[in-house]
């Protein structure tokens, strides 16, 4: 293992492991990823894949934008698919007032050269016949997103970053951060590491490493239930791969698996996991479902989905999920009390924007400055004074909002 390093990352998700890519795609690769467990093991491995162009505030749309651009090249600089499919994604306006927010965001998608457009009903009829659109106001539509594959995503850019020289260390989880001799100081159970740099990419482990610094980041998980069907006729009877379909109305997104349908709810009442600390012993694992509470959720997706009202469920995943107060992740450092510590953790949508992030973390680290200006995101936003209390209400709050579009983005 190296023992003196320009940059230590510290987990080996999707985040993390784009970090190091990007770190050594601009020259630095003396770098370290180090991993508790293996590539993926966080919230990585149970995640949808889902890399949209549109998120619910205008400002986070380079970051999508440059996450799929990352995964495509990292899957041509590693010679490993990432298992993108393209199918192009349906937002669908269930008020006047959506279709109208839809259509402020023209013109930004073409400043990046992103295709958007606003449809109408019978477009979305004819891009995805399951879904019923009586009641809507048509939909945003970007045909150039998709999903990939989250596990085959992280391994392309952990070979692409181990071929430009930088290297990673599985099952062997940091124990102390401590800052000596102007330097950070890593201890693990296969020894120490030095390094200019640490990158916290942890998840929801990154606020119990920091703790001990006196480092209050306000990072809590909430459990969050994904759905997969049996095949469905109406999907096995078409030739194409229908687009990613998401709902603010239901407040879910949806998309094709297979013959099937693959869901995520975000439910009216959240519930959170291990608010007073992540069990030493937690691994790869999922949390007991509970599909009571998501009752109203499906009771409106049978109505606009009907073919969703037929399908037999064949699995349901219950996952941890990481948020900050304002549902926008930490990326930057987080004070100048602690020089060469950056955070890249916070993120309920780490597929979507991870890979953007990174880039934007990557050039501010190499650079002196980040990629562009966004300061919504900049670790350093909360202070030390949030408490457990406000955060939760806070995350709360952002969880309920699911698909709704703020009034003002």
């Not at 194409?240 to 407040?251: H, I």
């Not at 991870?354 to 670790?379: C, N, Q, R, T």
Request: contains cysteine; glycine residues 10%.
């Amino acid at each position: 293992m190296k023992t003196d390093v320009q940059v230590v990352v510290v987990g080996g998700g999707i985040v993390g492991a784009a970090t190091l890519y990007w770190l050594a795609k601009l020259g630095w690769t003396n770098t370290l990823l180090l991993e508790r467990r293996n590539l993926t093991s966080g919230s990585t491995w149970h995640a949808a894949g889902n890399t949209t162009y549109f998120g619910p505030y205008a400002q986070m749309t380079r970051l999508f934008a440059g996450s799929i651009r990352t995964y495509l090249q990292a899957e041509k600089d590693s010679g490993q698919s990432i298992g993108f499919h393209q199918t192009g994604s349906l937002r669908v306006a269930t008020t006047q007032r959506e279709r109208e927010q839809f259509h402020s965001f023209e013109a930004g998608y073409q400043a990046l050269d992103i295709a958007y457009q606003v449809v109408d009903n019978d477009v979305i009829n004819e891009l995805h016949p399951c879904i019923r659109t009586d009641g809507l106001f048509g939909a945003a539509h970007t045909p150039t997103d998709g999903h990939v594959d989250p596990s085959s995503t992280t391994q392309a850019m952990a070979k692409a970053a181990r071929g430009l020289g930088a290297a990673i260390e599985l099952q062997c989880p940091v124990q102390q951060l401590t800052r000596e001799n102007n330097s950070w100081l890593l201890q693990t159970q296969s020894g120490s590491v030095r390094a200019q740099h640490v990158v916290m990419s942890a998840s929801f482990w990154t606020r119990e490493l920091l703790e001990p610094l006196g480092l209050n980041v306000p990072l809590y998980a909430t459990e969050h239930h994904e759905l997969i069907t049996d095949a469905v006729p109406e999907i096995s009877a078409l030739n194409y791969e229908v687009p990613a379909y998401r709902d603010s109305y239901v407040s879910c997104s949806m998309r094709q698996e297979q013959q099937g349908f693959l869901l995520g709810i975000y439910e009216s009442e959240p519930v959170f996991w291990s608010l007073d600390g992540i069990p030493a012993n937690f691994k790869e694992e999922l949390l007991a479902p509970n599909t009571d509470r998501l009752e109203p959720h499906l009771e409106k997706l049978m109505k606009r989905v009907p073919a969703f009202a037929d399908a037999g469920i064949k699995t349901i995943n219950n996952g941890p999920m990481c948020w900050t107060p304002d549902g926008l992740p930490m990326l930057g450092p987080i004070a100048k009390k602690y020089p060469g510590l950056w955070l890249a953790s916070g993120f309920n949508v780490g597929i979507g924007t991870g890979g953007g992030s990174a880039e934007f973390l990557a050039h501010w680290m190499v650079y002196g400055k980040p990629l562009f200006d966004l300061p919504i995101v900049h670790a350093s936003r909360f202070g030390n004074e949030v408490t457990k209390a406000q955060a939760v209400d806070s995350i709360k709050a952002c969880y309920r909002q699911g698909y709704r579009l703020p009034d003002s983005i």
